[in-house]
């Protein structure tokens, strides 16, 4: 207590000391005092017989809100304090021992904050020195109070307000963002990657699938195909890819673990649409290849495996397969 007494005289003083004794041996009777007293740089106070005395600048680590509240917590109970009144983030006005004194509070961001102490003066005989007994009395138990400010807390509320401000647009941006495509756009945008597919010769479609199918294997090295023309090998063109291949489920999971994650609001919202676009890309029409490739198994042994692959194309990209190529061929036992 008395380091914070020594600090906050140290740092704010109330008058030089030349003016205070020149005033306390003024006699009754004098004409008051006109010169003004100048600020130096190191937070002295200035004043005038016409203008209040103004204290040096206090620094807070908490928001102009909560500097108010503590200030007027602490000041309330102090003896001598009375007609205590609060402008919450901007002032705190009270009177210690019939000794009007004004703390004018100002905001430096969300979680920063500082207050000045004014006090009227007048230069009156013997006034000096109550002005300096006010001031010392409530400065103390400001500072004291304010140096127990936890700005790591004010900058943890900050960010959860923000979050939820962010959230607040997000969803009213999502509520006034354009509706879903309607059904007969998708529908003419699924004819056109139809058409498309329908130009590409099927041996390209044939030629994905077995390069896919090949790194599937445990021994692609070893790994051979019959030709697209062969009896057993089928590449069919799909309007619409079947529902459990089309990676609906994986998006599904995807969007679950996303949306329950630490993603800000416009972080979910972009991850939202993305994943409509990618489900309406991966509905769309599609290759399935099925056939068989000879190949040995991680027991040296030459096997026949079955497979079958569903694989699309969009113009200007290259081919994507949807999900993993089902693969059925004979391991080694107990494999």
Not at 122 to 143: D, N
Request: aromatic share 4%; with cysteine.
């Amino acid at each position: 207590m008395q380091t914070i007494r020594l600090l906050c005289l140290s740092a704010t003083l109330l008058l030089p000391a030349s003016t205070l004794q020149a005033q306390d041996r003024a006699a009754p009777g004098d004409a008051e005092p006109t010169t003004k007293h100048s600020t130096d740089p190191n937070n002295k106070i200035t004043g005038s017989s016409n203008e209040p005395a103004v204290g040096g600048r206090i620094l807070a680590e908490c928001s102009a809100e909560e500097t108010s509240v503590r200030l007027g917590e602490a000041l309330q109970g102090l003896r001598g304090v009375k007609k205590l009144t609060s402008m919450p983030a901007r002032s705190l006005q009270l009177e210690y021992r019939g000794q009007p004194v004004i703390l004018d509070i100002s905001a430096h961001g969300s979680c920063q904050s500082s207050f000045q102490a004014r006090l009227p003066y007048r230069g009156r005989p013997g006034e000096a020195a109550a002005i300096r007994r006010a001031y010392s009395a409530i400065m103390e138990p400001a500072v004291a109070t304010l140096a127990t400010c936890d700005p790591k807390a004010c900058q943890e509320a900050e960010a959860e307000r923000a979050d939820k401000r962010k959230e607040a647009e997000m969803l009213a941006e999502r509520q006034s963002s354009p509706a879903p495509e309607p059904a007969a756009t998708v529908a003419s945008d699924s004819a056109a990657v139809l058409a498309y597919l329908e130009q590409l010769p099927a041996n390209e479609a044939y030629t994905e699938a077995t390069r896919r199918v090949r790194d599937a294997l445990p021994t692609p090295r070893s790994a051979e195909f019959p030709r697209v023309t062969a009896q057993e090998v089928k590449v069919q063109l799909l309007d619409e890819a079947p529902t459990g291949v089309s990676g609906q489920s994986e998006l599904e999971a995807l969007r679950k673990l996303a949306m329950g994650g630490a993603l800000t609001p416009e972080l979910k919202l972009q991850l939202e649409r993305l994943l409509i676009k990618v489900e309406q890309e991966l509905a769309g029409p599609c290759y399935r290849v099925s056939g068989y490739v000879d190949f040995q198994n991680r027991c040296g042994v030459l096997v026949r495996g079955r497979y079958q692959a569903y694989l699309s194309r969009r113009e200007g990209a290259p081919w994507f397969a949807l999900g993993q190529p089902e693969l059925d061929y004979p391991d080694c036992p107990g494999r």
